[in-house]
């Protein structure tokens, strides 16, 4: 079982439309989570960064981590055609800044206008 | 702000010969740089951790001599791909952290190097 599982789609949905996005995870050492979007051919760029469980919300975005059940998501409402991006995952058990991210495959989202 | 340029942005080389990737922290000064790889529909998998001054930790299975790691500025690290071959072929990309009180917690990642090694 590989640490970190993210269905990678692809996944189309119409323009307005509630995107829910997840990963779920095999170490329970995992206390950092952070979902990125990735253009093509370009970086990472973050969007959610949430320490242990709950929600967090900014924007269209709500991040969602339960440790309880290993698995997070990411919600985007009111979905556009510039949210057409890859959706990585990443965790780990120190900062964000200290590397040692273990990231998952991505999901590619596409939205229709 | 916090900006990560890479340079090239892609580049194509002939198999057995060197290829010197770029990472610029263009409006902060990184603690701390990161090397990763990412092979088509897969994962970003961390290829190596250096800090300005020292020497690079490399990741399990990562060639040390073959990638060699230069921090020389807390503004500039390079990833040098020696003695490339066919399956070097890999999009790199690197990032940058800031430590330390009042930092955010995060890393901030460079647009990426495609590299082809024919």
């Known amino acids: 079982q590989k640490e970190v599982e993210q269905d990678p789609g692809p996944l189309s949905v119409p323009e307005g439309a509630i995107v829910s996005l997840n990963c779920t995870y095999s170490n329970s050492a995992f206390q950092y989570f952070m979902w990125y979007r990735q253009y093509s051919r370009k970086g990472p760029e973050l969007l959610m960064y949430t320490y242990s469980s709950g929600n967090k919300e900014d924007g269209r975005f709500t991040a969602q981590v339960d440790k309880s059940s290993k698995y997070i998501s990411l919600f985007i409402r009111d979905s556009q055609p510039s949210d057409s991006a890859t959706y990585l995952c990443?965790?780990?058990?120190?900062?964000?800044?200290?590397?040692?991210?273990?990231f998952g495959k991505g999901t590619k989202l596409s939205v229709k206008p | 702000g916090a900006v990560v340029s890479q340079h090239p942005s892609w580049v194509i080389c002939k198999s057995g010969t060197s290829v010197k990737i770029e990472c610029r922290s263009l409006?902060?000064?990184?603690?701390?740089m990161f090397w990763y790889r990412q092979f088509p529909k897969q994962s970003l998998m961390l290829m190596a951790t250096s800090n300005e001054g020292s020497k690079a930790t490399y990741e399990q299975g990562v060639e040390k001599d073959k990638f060699l790691i230069n921090h020389a500025s807390l503004t500039l690290s390079t990833l040098t791909v020696t003695s490339a071959h066919p399956e070097d072929s890999s999009f790199y990309i690197c990032?940058?952290?800031?430590?330390?009180?009042?930092?955010?917690?995060?890393?901030?990642f460079g647009p990426g190097t495609r590299l082809t090694v024919l």
């Open positions: 990443a965790m780990t058990p120190y900062g964000g800044s200290q590397g040692n991210l273990i």
């Open positions: 409006d902060f000064q990184a603690t701390t």
């Open positions: 990032s940058a952290s800031v430590m330390g009180q009042g930092a955010t917690d995060t890393q901030y």
